[in-house]
């Protein structure tokens, strides 16, 4: 019966020890100084609030590593609800939004804001095993959050 109640006690001690080692990432305050890690390709899933429709892909390229960051988002495959409500301009052929930004600034709380007009995007970093930038956006009326992973 010791045996048994040692090895569970032992079992327990390892489970806990994996879940641990798994921390979750960590929120970062974006800066001057870490602001080179935000370059590159990032990658993964734009959900909508404005309407009840599946996640699409979407990509983030950031071109450099001074303020204003400049860059490009790729909303791929809108779906058509999204769709009829977008301006025909802001939809090309394909259900795919291609947007250009030159005016990404570092807000007071360590996030990374972009604009245009009445269109806004908000991204925090997030730091762990693997760096990923969790936010929300406003699109011609249509809101909703993107869930994206460094490549």
């Given at each position: 019966m010791k045996k048994k109640i040692g090895l569970v006690g032992m079992g327990l001690?390892?489970?806990?020890?994996?879940?641990?080692?798994?921390?979750?990432?960590?929120?970062?305050?974006?800066?001057?100084?870490?602001l080179s890690t935000l370059r590159g390709s990032w990658e993964g899933w734009t959900s909508f609030s404005t309407a009840q429709v599946r996640p699409v892909l979407t990509k983030l390229e950031i071109y450099n590593?001074?303020?204003?960051?400049?860059?490009?988002i790729t909303v791929y495959n809108i779906p058509q609800e999204i769709a009829n409500v977008m301006p025909a301009a802001a939809l090309p052929v394909g259900n795919n939004v291609t947007i250009n930004f030159r005016n990404g600034k570092i807000t007071d709380q360590g996030t990374i804001i972009g604009q245009s007009g009445e269109?806004?995007?908000?991204?925090?970093?997030?730091?762990?095993?693997k760096m990923s930038m969790k936010g929300w956006f406003y699109y011609y009326g249509i809101r909703g959050t993107m869930d994206l992973t460094k490549k």
């Open positions: 001690l390892f489970v806990s020890m994996v879940l641990l080692s798994c921390a979750p990432a960590q929120k970062t305050v974006v800066t001057n100084n870490n590593t001074t303020i204003p960051l400049v860059g490009l269109n806004f995007l908000e991204l925090t970093l997030y730091a762990g095993e």
